[in-house]
């Protein structure tokens, strides 16, 4: 539930709910997609520019920080101050704190370090334990189903929710439903 003082959602009765387990799923997906241009894209600048081979060394641990850097950006950027991606706008779903605000940059900030943190602890496992500690990564995942409100545990860390909204609250109307907008 939404807080109903919020100025920018109405409350759950208003059509704001949790996205689904699904529509979560679906909007990962769909990013990975829009995922590979991006990586594409900054990964090959950076390999021209340095003339990077992928042979290991400082040039590659460079070449991952500035990746870890670029996604950073692009994510931050677009969970931030109600901005969304592509995919998140084709899934109708936003990113909101507790009492149904967008969240900040701190706030976006911390989910996608809490969503790294969960990648790099499978990598770790599975590179220096067993090949089998790469199925950790679907821990963040899987906690949607145990979660009170779906939440992700990378959602629940940073506190954010990932809400669906109305369809007046997709046309970007910052007013309660019903109301004339003026128009």
């Not at 460079?62 to 899934?91: C, D, E, H, I, S």
């Not at 976006?108 to 499978?122: F, N």
Request: net charge positive; aromatic share 14%.
């Amino acid at each position: 539930m939404t807080d109903p003082k919020s100025p920018l959602l109405p409350t759950a009765a208003g059509g704001v709910t949790d996205a689904t387990v699904w529509r979560r799923f679906m909007s990962i997906a769909y990013e990975g997609v829009i995922l590979f241009g991006v990586v594409f894209f900054f990964a090959y600048g950076f390999s021209a520019l340095t003339q990077f081979k992928g042979q290991p060394g400082m040039l590659r641990n460079g070449f991952q920080v500035f990746m870890f850097l670029v996604l950073g950006v692009y994510f931050v950027w677009f969970w931030a101050n109600g901005r969304r991606t592509l995919p998140m706008k084709t899934m109708d779903v936003r990113l909101v704190d507790a009492r149904g605000i967008p969240i900040g940059r701190g706030r976006a900030t911390a989910r996608y370090l809490a969503a790294c943190a969960g990648w790099l602890a499978a990598l770790a496992m599975a590179t220096w334990v067993h090949p089998a500690g790469l199925l950790l990564a679907i821990v963040p995942f899987a906690w949607t189903f145990i979660d009170p409100q779906g939440r992700a545990l990378y959602d629940r860390l940073s506190g954010s929710r990932l809400v669906t909204g109305t369809a007046s609250d997709r046309l970007g109307s910052k007013t309660p439903a019903g109301e004339n907008l003026g128009h």
